[in-house]
């Protein structure tokens, strides 16, 4: 009878269509097999992302640096071109990375980053991360400077050397007084900034506690560390910080903790004298000096972290981390010259010293002023340094 009946016709299946020829009773018994085509989604664009989203670094010590890795995916089917990452500045640096170029469909690569500290604090910044027709992507990156903290003073009988670690602004000089034997008190500082013992009838003894120095008569060169000529920084504005134990001194007698001498040039220095009663504070400029001859600037014998900080012709003197006195300063700046622990450079002549009566634990100086945060830090823990900015 010929193909009465039969015709074709589309039926839309879920996965595409298939093309069925002819009764419709037939396409559902299958007795004759249908011709389809299946439909195939298109390839998702590629999609980056970061692992993980947040970067953060904690009390990494200032003038040293750590590393963490982070990642980046493509969850898309198609290849990321182009991919580049950027947003870091010092002190985070984006150290190494595989990630450039092109990333595959489902692929990944690593970064990492380093934090490296200048200064006590938490800063932060943002990475991101892009490619060629997509949205960027970001990561949050943040650190937190420490100042540089020793659990413990390094042995008695160490002999200290320079150490690259601390090449850092600011530390001019770090005499920790422990070496126990030899003529030269080495800094950490990594600049040939050395003390030399200079042996007089009673020269500086190494102890466990640092140096002990004893009291020399006017005209008498007793011992003292001092620098080499020309070795203080010209500058107008710096910082000593000193442990000292002070003895007993007889009435009207001086003894100098720290001074800054040149030949024609302002002289400056810490020290007190005795009255018979008790012990003052003296904060010296100029050849002749000038005492602060008042009771409330008393220093009895003890231990003290004593710090000098000079802006300027301004002067500021903390005891243990307390401001304990502030004054002008007569002289201008800027104080060059030898640096000497444990005696005064009185005159021209160069035969008057005053000697110190007592020992040094260590000697810190910085060639700017430090802010009082800073001073009360190192008084509270001597073995953290604060840092240069």
Excluded at 165 to 189: K, M, P, Q, R, Y
Aim: glycine share 12%; net charge negative; charged share 10%.
């Amino acid at each position: 009878m010929g193909t009465l009946g039969r015709f074709v016709y589309l039926a839309a299946l879920t996965l595409g269509l298939c093309l069925f020829e002819g009764a419709p009773e037939e396409a559902q018994a299958a007795t004759v097999p249908p011709v389809c085509w299946t439909a195939t989604a298109p390839p998702t664009p590629p999609a980056l992302a970061y692992s993980p989203t947040t970067l953060a670094f904690s009390n990494v010590s200032t003038g040293k640096s750590q590393n963490l890795t982070i990642t980046i995916s493509n969850s898309g089917q198609t290849a990321a071109t182009g991919v580049t990452q950027g947003g870091l500045t010092p002190p985070f640096t984006l150290l190494s990375t595989t990630c450039s170029g092109t990333l595959a469909a489902g692929g990944s690569c690593t970064s990492t980053v380093a934090f490296a500290p200048t200064v006590p604090g938490t800063t932060g910044e943002i990475l991101t991360a892009s490619a060629s027709g997509i949205a960027s992507v970001s990561a949050a990156v943040s650190g937190t400077g420490a100042l540089r903290d020793w659990t413990t003073k390094p042995p008695f009988g160490t002999a200290l050397r320079t150490d690259g670690d601390w090449s850092v602004a600011g530390l001019f000089g770090c005499w920790l007084l422990n070496e126990g034997t030899g003529a030269i008190a080495h800094s950490l500082v990594p600049n040939g900034d050395l003390q030399f013992l200079d042996a007089g009838s009673t020269a500086p003894v190494w102890v466990p506690a640092g140096m002990a120095f004893s009291h020399g008569v006017s005209g008498t060169v007793y011992g003292h560390l001092s620098s080499p000529a020309g070795f203080f920084p010209n500058n107008s504005a710096f910082t000593v910080v000193q442990n000292v134990t002070v003895q007993p001194l007889a009435p009207y007698e001086d003894m100098e903790f720290w001074s800054v001498y040149g030949s024609g040039l302002p002289a400056i220095g810490l020290g007190v004298s005795g009255d018979g009663g008790g012990n003052y504070y003296r904060m010296r400029w100029g050849w002749n000096g000038t005492e602060t001859n008042s009771a409330a600037y008393r220093l009895p014998p003890g231990n003290y972290t004593l710090a000098t900080v000079v802006s300027g012709t301004s002067v500021s003197i903390y005891r243990n981390g307390a401001l304990f006195y502030a004054s002008t300063l007569g002289a201008p700046p800027p104080y060059k010259g030898t640096f000497s622990i444990g005696s005064y450079h009185r005159d021209s002549s160069n035969t008057t010293y005053y000697g110190l009566n007592g020992s040094v634990g260590f000697t810190l100086l910085y060639n700017r002023a430090l802010s009082p945060a800073e001073v009360a830090a190192i008084s509270a823990n001597p073995w953290k340094v604060a840092q240069p900015y």
